[in-house]
């Protein structure tokens, strides 16, 4: 999958590349946290070596998504 990525080989083409990155990123991210759990140490660490750009994507996406969430939930006072 990472080989595909790097080729350009899915739909949507360079304009959804952010966000095929911030998903292969989550998928990677579980697999190694499992590894982690399961006492595996070197197949995780060499699975994040090789998707560590897509790993960051999937964190950057996350951390933009709950900045316009926490956005659209204003409280207003009401002092009459």
């Not at 911030?22 to 197949?43: D, E, P, R, S, T």
């Not at 060499?46 to 939930?73: D, E, H, M, W």
Request: glycine residues 10%; positive net charge.
């Amino acid at each position: 999958m990472l080989d595909e990525r790097l080729q350009c080989e899915y739909p949507g083409g360079w304009e959804r590349k952010l966000d095929r990155l911030a998903i292969l990123g989550g998928h990677i991210a579980c697999w190694c946290k499992k590894g982690f759990k399961n006492g595996m140490y070197v197949q995780p660490v060499l699975l994040l070596i090789c998707g560590f750009a897509a790993v960051c994507a999937g964190i950057l996406k996350k951390i933009k998504s709950r900045k316009y969430s926490l956005n659209t939930f204003e409280i207003k006072i009401d002092n009459s």
